[in-house]
């Protein structure tokens, strides 16, 4: 057997392994549909949607789901429900996901650094365990900023400058006034005061959990954390930048991603929670596990009455202390304030090139290739999937790809996806097209018969790409473009 062989029988075991609830080599009715129904599973199917699903499966009609009908059904299409875009694609999974359970965490009673000493104790209790695909346990990655800056201690490299700082408070701080912000994020031109307790994130991050399993109907027992500090690598340094690297395959292997924050209210969007929003590597983290969100499918949809279809929307949380209960408890994108309520965040929009995660601050300057390396390979990953999934929902129709961070190198994907869906109507305002793309979408237009309108505004398209696409629609009745 060769090594892609290997490879690809190893991945449809595991796909199969996430089904096969109790591992005896067979799928039921009742293991599909505890998979397609639990919280933190993605999109919901309604009964009769997972019955039908199953019979066509079932080939032989047994009332189960072997191995080999299971790798048929998804070769054949029949079970292209149960295959999820994101883990297909190749991310970089160079060192394991270590993750505490979420029980151990509140016990230990703080967040600890990973350093050998602990780390190996850690490993051998099973306070920190491996990610395991199979094990049907839900995955919490908490997204945080640092709020010890400066601390330093005997672990600490004196010899790097960057080597320092802590993300929980190592000590009882004084009070500190800060400037306020509105829900925009924008300074109101008031200051407010912050108490600054010893190990207050490490009682948010609980407190938050402990609010998201109650109104997520999740087990405590089930439910496992990655914070990093603990879950990177920290004094080995070689195996902490394979934990960096590996950060995308860490966001989209978790089910949900908690922001813990200091606010009394949070604003309307991520980036503006002060001094989280404006980090690098936090915008890495969000940006990451929200387009893997629209990737699933999970973007958030509405009512034609405005209110929220449930089941959908990235489950992305900012968390707070002291909890309250939830007005709409159907929602699964919020912050939680420092009160424990909680704030929606509909979706993550970047408005704009400042709001890139590579466009964000960073403690140390030479991080910035790293950051921008997986901002490219996420936006890379994220373009064609979500082209494809847009065209196939407006087959025959309108299709709406207003800023997708489309570039040139996605030109063909792009085109090919009109042509298979038949597009009639393309709004492509604010991507990242010049001229290459252009002249590959004019060449496109020159045999498709099927588009009529072209929407292409605030691009980067200059007077050559736009020559070429008019010339492409020349003579073309009836045909909108604007540039």
């Known amino acids: ?108 009673g703080r967040i600890y650094k990973s350093t050998k000493t602990w780390r190996d104790e850690a490993l051998s209790k099973g306070w920190l365990v491996e990610y395991d695909e199979a094990s049907g346990q839900i995955v919490i990655f908490v997204s945080h900023t640092w709020w010890d800056r400066e601390f330093t201690d005997e672990t600490n490299d004196e010899t790097d400058q960057y080597d320092r700082g802590a993300p929980d408070l190592q000590a009882d701080y004084p009070d500190e006034r800060r400037d306020d912000f509105d829900h925009l994020g924008r300074p109101t031109g008031k200051k407010k005061t912050y108490k600054k307790p010893k190990d207050l994130k490490w009682r948010v991050i609980c407190e938050g959990v402990e609010r998201l399993i109650e109104i997520r ?42 922001v813990p924050t200091e606010e009394e209210r949070l604003p309307n969007h991520p980036s503006r929670i002060p001094g989280y929003g404006s980090r690098g590597w936090c915008r890495v983290e969000y940006f990451i ?82 950051v921008q390396a997986l901002e490219d390979t996420m936006i890379e990953a994220y373009v064609p999937v979500i082209v494809e999934l847009k065209c196939k929902a407006g087959a025959g129709g309108q299709v709406n790809l207003e800023s997708k961070m489309i570039r040139d190198c996605h030109a063909e994907a792009l085109c090919e996806a009109v042509n298979k869906y038949e597009v009639k109507k393309l709004h492509l305002p604010d991507n990242q097209l010049g001229d290459v793309g252009a002249q590959a979408i004019a060449a496109m237009l020159r045999t498709n018969r099927s588009l009529m309108s072209l929407g292409l505004h605030r691009n980067k398209i200059g007077a050559a790409g736009e020559k070429a696409l008019r010339k492409a629609v020349e003579g073309r009745e009836g045909f909108t473009l604007a540039v």
């Open 1 to 108: 057997m060769s090594a892609s062989s290997k490879e690809a029988e190893t991945k449809l075991r595991a796909a199969f392994a996430k089904f096969d609830l109790n591992g005896d080599g067979v799928l039921t009715l009742p293991e599909l549909r505890t998979v397609l129904t639990r919280p933190g599973g993605g999109q919901p199917m309604a009964e009769e949607q997972i019955q039908k699903l199953f019979k066509q499966m079932d080939v032989d009609g047994d009332g189960k789901v072997n191995l080999d009908e299971f790798s048929k059904s998804l070769a054949s299409g029949v079970a292209k429900a149960l295959v999820d875009p994101v883990d297909a694609l190749d991310f970089e999974y160079s060192i394991p996901m270590l993750l505490m359970p979420f029980l151990r965490f509140k016990e230990q």
């Open 217 to 258: 109907g999740l087990k405590a027992e089930d439910v496992m954390l990655w914070v990093d500090w603990q879950s990177i690598y920290q004094d080995d340094k070689e195996a902490k930048m394979k934990g960096v690297r590996s950060l995308i395959k860490y966001a989209t292997l978790s089910d949900y991603m908690l």
């Open 289 to 370: 596990f929200s387009l893997a969100a629209e990737m699933r499918g999970r973007g958030l949809e509405y009512t034609n009455k405005g209110g929220v279809v449930p089941g959908t929307g990235a489950q992305l949380y900012g968390i707070t202390l002291n909890g309250i209960k939830l007005k709409n408890e159907k929602a699964r994108l919020f912050g939680i304030k420092r009160d424990g309520a909680l704030r929606q965040y509909p979706k993550v929009v970047v408005e704009g090139n400042g709001d890139m995660p590579s466009q964000g601050a960073l403690s140390n300057p030479n991080d910035k290739a790293l």
